[in-house]
């Protein structure tokens, strides 16, 4: 698994949320300044050559479906953080938030 892109996250988001749906349903929930139709529809084919996302076919039109679970993916992103920041020690990640005093703790319980 590679890690996504910005742009392919917020797809994915977006996907997770809405389990199935074509490029027009994954444009919908988006905030305006939208991206156009064509660039979702190229993200959306290169998160299938990733594996993220497959499809089923309807003549022209596909409506795709995430195969890779947002807790699959949100665990495959916390160790490598964990692995590229803190040596792979939870330990060490622990120390980090309690001592970063710009991260407040108490506005995340």
Sequence with gaps: MKP?????????QILWDIERGFVKDIL?????????????STIVRILERKGFVSHKSYGKSH???PIVS???YRTFII????EGYFESSFAKLSSFFKNDESLNTKQYQ
């Design 70 to 72: 947002k807790d699959e």
């Design 4 to 12: 996504l892109t910005r742009a392919e996250e917020e797809i994915m």
């Design 28 to 40: 919908t929930p988006m905030p305006e300044q939208k991206p156009a139709y064509n660039t979702v």
């Design 79 to 82: 160790k490598r953080m964990l």
């Design 63 to 65: 409506e795709y479906f």
